[in-house]
């Protein structure tokens, strides 16, 4: 049973940075597909950013790009969102969500989400 554990959420202004981070439990990390989320009050749930196995590949939404990075340390079976130059818009909860494929349309685990507000 895959089990993910967000964290770094929290209050910042717009403009600041921060990062989130995710940890996987109970299965091999390096097999598994990683995925950054958010959804806002009232928004339908986008994804942010993805990155495969071993970092071959990453991808991100045209709102994020030249601001945030998603990487990965298959070590600590973690896998990080580095946010910087917030905006208020980006205020919402963020999911961290993992999947064995290699290029994931769904994926099967999902954490239970930190909060990010940026305020103006």
């Known amino acids: 049973q895959v089990h993910l554990v967000e964290s770094g959420g929290g209050l910042v202004q717009a403009g600041g940075s921060l990062r989130l981070s995710c940890a996987l439990s109970?299965?091999?990390?390096?097999?598994?597909?990683m995925g950054w989320f958010r959804q806002a009050p009232l928004k339908e749930r986008e994804k942010v950013a993805a990155?495969?196995?071993?970092?071959?590949?990453?991808d991100y939404a045209d709102s994020v790009k030249g601001r945030f990075a998603i990487s990965r340390d298959n070590t600590k079976n973690t896998v990080y969102l580095q946010m910087n130059s917030l905006k208020p818009e980006d205020t919402a909860v963020y999911y961290c969500?993992?999947?064995?494929?290699?290029?994931?349309?769904?994926?099967?685990?999902w954490g239970q989400g930190t909060q990010v507000t940026v305020s103006s």
């Open positions: 969500a993992a999947d064995p494929s290699w290029e994931p349309r769904d994926y099967d685990y």
């Open positions: 990155i495969g196995w071993n970092g071959e590949w990453t």
């Open positions: 109970g299965r091999t990390f390096s097999s598994y597909a």
